[in-house]
């Protein structure tokens, strides 16, 4: 079994509607990510979570929210979906300390009509 | 706040020859710098970093990569490439507020 879940896998929505991704981790990890990837951006920072009562926004928080239900489980909210939030969307999570690597899920791809 | 640019968008390599998928970053403070791959449909896997010490660092499946402080930069390489090697590298980097800031991507593209 994967140690980082994310449900679903793929998504294909309309715009104006309420999207919730989820991430759930059995790594045991404290820290929490997600990310967006667009081709030729990389990888963006959206949320981010260092334990269940820390919650932070990243680079392009905007237009998204999240809720830290427990150490395991991470999800990510799309309050009305716009098109340019079409991206394949990943959940990482790590332990403490700047030179620990992040380990992530395989991602949701996300399309909205 | 800190930075990392992949000048190189594809690389492509005979089976069998070195690689180097080039990374140049900036930060503020000490770099701490990583490599990863994705495969297809598949979310990123860590490959290598550097906190301190050699500036060679050896990783996964034969990688290395090389920590140049004078040029900021810090280039995957593998000195004999393998058809399976073929995906999209990305390099990132984190200072010490933790906040980690990934490359575009490189796709690296072994033929036979």
């Known amino acids: 079994d994967a140690d980082v879940t994310q449900t679903p896998r793929n998504r294909i929505t309309k715009t104006g509607k309420r999207i919730m991704l989820e991430c759930s981790q059995t790594k045991g990890h404290d820290r929490m990510y997600w990310y967006r990837q667009d081709p030729g951006l990389g990888l963006r920072l959206i949320y981010y979570?260092?334990?269940?009562?820390?919650?932070n926004k990243g680079e392009i928080s905007d237009g998204y929210s999240v809720s830290r239900q427990a150490q395991a489980k991470f999800s990510l909210s799309l309050e009305s979906a716009i098109p340019n939030q079409t991206a394949l969307y990943f959940c990482?999570?790590?332990?403490?300390?700047?030179?620990?690597?992040?380990?992530f899920g395989d991602g949701t791809r996300l399309s909205i009509l | 706040a800190q930075s990392v640019a992949q000048p190189e968008d594809q690389v492509n390599v005979a089976e069998g020859n070195p690689l180097t998928v080039k990374c140049t970053y900036s930060?503020?403070?000490?770099?701490?710098l990583f490599w990863y791959v994705q495969y297809p449909n598949r979310g990123l896997q860590f490959l290598l970093k550097y906190i301190t010490g050699d500036n060679l660092v050896k990783g996964s499946y034969g990688f290395e990569a090389e920590f140049n402080k004078s040029q900021t930069s810090f280039h995957l390489k593998k000195p004999s490439a393998l058809v399976s090697d073929s995906a999209l590298y990305f390099c990132?980097?984190?200072?010490?507020?933790?906040?980690?800031?990934f490359g575009a991507g490189t796709r690296l593209t072994v033929k036979p």
């Open positions: 990132a980097v984190r200072d010490n507020n933790n906040d980690m800031r």
């Open positions: 979570s260092f334990d269940v009562k820390d919650i």
């Open positions: 930060v503020s403070g000490n770099p701490y």
């Open positions: 990482a999570t790590s332990v403490k300390g700047t030179n620990q690597p992040q380990h």
